[in-house]
């Protein structure tokens, strides 16, 4: 583990990004927001990787906002299919069964024991089709639940099926994309992909879509396969950085697929041709949806997205509280999602705020299905829910996000952060943090591959490390379009240094002397990277005063917790991606957010954030005052005098 991974941690906590490891691996997750300059130290690039905040148990619904339960079935074990309506009924799988059940009342119209699992249904023409984990496919009645024929394959088939001009398209995990005769079952053709099937096929203008992983552990690659939908036959393929375990949506030309390298894909559905790619990290299981010119999806960084369908940019993002692996729903201008935080959300499509919210007993993994304003949902309490979809969406408490786009013409700049943190209850903990960093980094200039410093690696010593890190740390860096790049950062009596100019870059520790590393440079601009990553609650409803800061023109807010309630969680470990680690100290999190005051300069074009000052005080369990401030700034923009030139002479 180099220290300096532990650097970029930090800064990765403070601005709102988890940061995770498993055996002494760095990794980035989310939308990254650490400056990319000091990244230079990590030996490979960074794989998105999240974390799982802690979620709550509840004994029973509760609602929030307009969102109102119809009524709710017992369905005996998790929820987790997505439910299908037709006819006046609703179909959907749990506890081993596929059920039917009157969508009005709720009344159990029939049930089918699948056996060993079963993927969500999918109903066309009067039959039900549902696979199992035995590697079964069924084919059922819709109005009485009798088996009109199944399809033995080799291997799971949980996934959903497709069905188009008399076929019907399942995925196998052994490896197989069946076409079956939808009348009788029979195979009419098989094709075999060299990876492993991740999704479940989708057909569009007689062609079949679908997505797969690398079995090789050294390969993180996925692929999107488009196949003749008569023949089997392949027409291209598309490879993405990792295995893609959503659906794809195919709507007028373009497949739209999010892949767990953190990107969601724009792709030509007749050539396979990258149109866009636009980072939703860190981690995609939910499919995209596709409406007016806008694409919907969720993220297991917790965020709900909504992208330009043709360009990928981002128009807005709403944030939950846990992963986000539950498909989007849209109607009537309103998109409708879960989350493992529990809740069934309701978002307005053309902005992002919140219309209602519908709490559950667990997690909501399961994709809505909304028809005549009923939405219905399932839940891991074992429940299928229908809730009343309306509402006059007035808002109800909760914000999209700040979505900041930063200036094309911004080429130069300097950037200043400092954190400071008063707990006079930790002296003694950040002494001897402060401590084992300087010693982690004595022992990494000494070359050693077994430093102290693997004793602050990620996961329990991230703790350690952040104690360090917010009591004292500044750091100053710039940059000059295209491609140099300077951080100087001082934490306590730790000094790093790191100048990247073109594809070279250096790094310096302290007062020793500057050496050149090999490791691949990223981007540089550090106003890019943290526009991606900048999360806060999107204060553009609240007063504000205009003023020029830095030579840019800003609306600057003042506020505080009762302005914001969320600003509390700003401060909290949990938010800033740190209170996961096993010895960040819970005191700090619950104590320095009782009250909290914050300066805020938005750019009045793009939003990105000129300037920052942010103060949590509170009270140690010890009854002392503490305190956790953090100041940021961008400033000197486009300023000719800024130069970055390489310390040392290179050839």
């Not at 970029?8 to 995770?20: H, I, M, N, T």
């Not at 760095?26 to 300059?37: C, D, G, I, K, T």
């Not at 995990?173 to 094709?191: N, P």
């Not at 050693?448 to 996961?459: H, I, T």
């Amino acid at each position: 583990m180099k220290l300096q991974v532990l650097v970029l941690c930090g800064l990765a906590a403070l601005l709102g990004v988890a940061c995770e490891s498993g055996d002494g691996d760095a990794e980035l997750p989310q939308e990254s927001a650490v400056p990319a300059m000091a990244a230079w130290a990590i030996e490979a690039l960074p794989s998105p990787a999240g974390h799982q905040p802690t979620t709550t148990s509840a004994a029973g619904p509760r609602i929030d906002g307009n969102g109102e339960l119809l009524w709710r079935f017992d369905a005996g074990g998790h929820v987790q299919s997505s439910p299908a309506v037709a006819d006046g009924v609703v179909y959907f799988s749990g506890d081993n069964n596929v059920y039917a059940l009157d969508a009005t009342t709720g009344e159990e119209l029939w049930r089918f024991e699948t056996g060993r699992g079963s993927s969500s249904p999918t109903v066309v023409d009067g039959v039900v089709y549902a696979g199992n984990f035995d590697g079964c496919v069924y084919a059922l009645d819709a109005g009485t639940g009798q088996e009109r024929w199944s399809f033995k394959a080799d291997g799971e088939t949980a996934s959903s099926a497709a069905v188009l001009d008399g076929l019907v398209y399942v995925t196998s995990q052994d490896d197989h994309l069946y076409a079956l005769d939808a009348r009788t079952g029979q195979e009419r053709w098989r094709w075999k992909t060299a990876d492993w099937f991740t999704s479940s096929p989708v057909v569009a203008d007689a062609m079949v879509y679908v997505f797969s992983g690398s079995y090789a552990a050294d390969q993180n690659e996925g692929h999107v396969y488009a196949l003749d939908a008569s023949t089997g036959e392949e027409r291209w393929r598309f490879k993405v950085g990792d295995a893609m375990a959503s659906d794809p949506a195919v709507v007028d030309g373009v497949a739209y697929a999010g892949s767990s390298d953190g990107y969601m894909y724009a792709i030509d559905a007749a050539t396979g041709q990258e149109i866009w790619r636009s980072m939703t990290g860190p981690i995609t299981l939910s499919s995209p949806a596709v409406q007016d010119g806008t694409v919907y999806i969720g993220s297991m960084n917790g965020y709900v997205y909504a992208l330009d369908a043709t360009t990928g940019e981002k128009l807005w993002r709403f944030s939950t509280g846990s992963w986000v692996a539950s498909s989007p729903a849209v109607a009537d201008g309103v998109v409708y999602i879960g989350s493992l935080d529990n809740y069934v959300y309701a978002l307005d499509a053309a902005t992002g705020a919140e219309r209602w919210r519908f709490e559950t007993g667990d997690g909501v993994g399961s994709s809505p299905a909304v028809l005549d304003g009923v939405v219905y949902v399932g839940s891991d309490d074992g429940w299928l829910y229908a809730i009343d979809g309306g509402g006059n969406g007035e808002f109800t408490g909760q914000r999209p996000d700040i979505l900041c786009t930063v200036p094309h013409d911004i080429k130069s700049y300097r950037f200043t952060m400092v954190t400071r943190m008063d707990v006079p209850q930790l002296d003694n903990e950040i002494e001897e943090a402060r401590r084992q960093l300087e010693e982690a980094e004595r022992a990494e200039l000494q070359g050693g591959e077994e430093a102290p410093s693997a004793q602050l690696g990620l996961g329990e010593g991230l703790g350690a490390f952040m104690l360090a890190f917010l009591a004292d740390m500044r750091m100053e860096a710039a940059f000059v379009a295209p491609d140099r790049g300077e951080l100087r950062m001082e934490m306590g009596n730790l000094e790093f240094a790191g100048i990247g100019v073109g594809d070279k870059q250096w790094v310096r520790f302290g007062e020793t002397d500057w050496r050149e590393t090999s490791e691949e440079t990223e981007e540089l601009n550090l106003l890019g990277d943290l526009c991606l990553g900048f999360s806060f609650p999107d204060v553009t409803g609240y007063q504000a005063s205009e003023e020029m800061r830095n030579g840019v023109a800003t609306y600057h807010y003042q506020l505080d917790e009762s302005d914001v309630p969320q600003l509390t969680d700003f401060f909290r470990g949990d938010t800033m991606g740190i209170g996961e680690a096993e010895d960040w100290p819970d005191h700090v999190a619950d104590h320095v957010a009782d009250h909290v005051a914050v300066d805020l300069w938005l750019a009045r074009d793009g939003n990105w954030p000129v300037r920052m000052q942010a103060e949590g005080r509170g009270k140690d369990d010890e009854g002392n005052e503490t305190s956790l401030s953090l100041f940021m700034e961008f400033k000197d923009l486009n300023d000719p005098d800024i130069k970055i030139e390489p310390p040392i002479d290179s050839d």
